[in-house]
């Protein structure tokens, strides 16, 4: 365990707080003007320890495999949970384009899993990286949103049409980065799979 590892971690349990506020805000006694506050608060933390875990781990020189391991699961944990707690309440945005993420990021994982057992390893992509970025600015977008809706500014309708279409792209762009890691990976890929 390091400071990097920490970093880490703290996205992982975090992201089960999304959807107990979200969904139990009432029950806890939050205002619902407060919510997206305390979302949009949660939120800067899970980004932030996303830049400070990679940027102490090579600091430091504290790059791990485990590290590597841990840092994308994070990444897909904190903007899965947040993506689905949206498929509730107000927002309710469709549970096929969350599944878009989840079956990307289950693919590519058990892709490099697969891969590594057989002595390949696959190298990150630019645009992993990027998508990440994209679903993270999705996520802080929709919940800066939730501000004018929360105090009558913004109607329904329209604050879940715009959280509909940047969750839209995003799931676009997380589809065509699944193809852009394997083009990119054919070769190794290919001796991968014919390493049986």
């Known amino acids: 365990m390091n400071i990097a590892h920490f970093f880490t971690l703290l996205r992982i349990f975090i992201s089960p707080l999304f959807p107990v506020l979200y969904l139990e805000y009432n029950w806890l006694g939050i205002p619902l003007v407060w919510l997206p506050y305390i979302l949009l608060f949660l939120l800067v933390v899970c980004e932030c320890s996303d830049l400070f875990d990679g940027f102490l781990a090579r600091r430091r020189n504290q790059v791990t495999e485990l590290g590597k391991i841990l840092d ?91 959280s509909l279409f940047l969750i839209s792209i995003a799931a676009l762009y997380s589809v065509i980065s699944v193809g852009d890691y394997i083009f990119a990976n054919r070769i190794y890929i290919k001796k991968a799979l014919e390493n049986n």
């Open 72 to 162: 994308p699961m994070a990444d897909s944990i904190t903007h899965i949970s947040l993506f689905l707690t949206f498929t509730q309440g107000m927002l309710q945005l469709p549970l096929l384009i969350v599944f878009v993420f989840l079956y990307r990021d289950l693919f590519i994982s058990t892709l490099r899993t697969l891969c590594a057992f057989r002595g390949v390893a696959l190298g990150a992509r630019f645009s992993g990286k990027a998508k990440t970025v994209m679903q993270g600015v999705a996520s802080f977008v929709i919940l800066l949103l939730m501000i004018p809706y929360t105090i009558g500014l913004l109607p329904l309708e329209i604050f879940r049409q715009i």
